[in-house]
């Protein structure tokens, strides 16, 4: 359906710089945002090498493993039913832990090994349990205060204040969050209650 959407508003893109004779301006354009695009890659890919590095090097100090033991308690309070010792609790600590330092791209591959993980425990294979709800829930709107990724995408950019966004993205994602964990056990009660 995206893909659908795309092509009608390139279709229509060309047809309206043909009626209005401005192909050659629509070329120009083109040539200089697939540019401008692939400046902005490689300034990210070397950016996030740089940040999963860093991540790198907090797992290999242990200071992820202090993250984890900090966060262990709200994970417990979260998911009431993931016993503290299985595989899927250390699998969304380190998701949580890489969201929380706004490694997104590393919290991905942890938050996908974390669903396969909560299957296991799922009674019903075929409906997501309340702790695979919480944590997608958790997951989306994800606590950051390092928000990496867009200041790689300002750095990238040219931005000359790349960090002026950490304090907005602080609350942002604190709001969203005990928003995203309030509606979750709301509706689990709602739910519940039928």
Known sequence: ??????????VVGILVAGVRGQIGEMTTALLDSADKGV?????????LTFWLGIMKLIEKSGLLKVIVRVMRPVAKF???????????????????????LGMGSAATPLGLKAMEQLQTLNKDKKTASDAMCTFLALNTSSLT??????????????????????ATTIMATFCSTIVAISVDKFCRKIYRGR
């Open 1 to 10: 359906m995206v893909n659908k959407l795309w092509f009608f508003f390139i």
């Open 39 to 47: 400046s902005v890659a490689f300034g990210l890919v070397s950016i």
């Open 145 to 166: 205060l390092i928000p990496t990724t867009v200041i790689a995408l300002r750095v990238a950019t040219g931005s000359t204040n790349p960090t002026a966004t950490v």
């Open 78 to 100: 979260l998911f009431p039913d993931v016993p503290a010792d299985h595989p899927a609790m250390s699998s969304i600590l380190m998701n949580m832990s890489a969201n929380f």
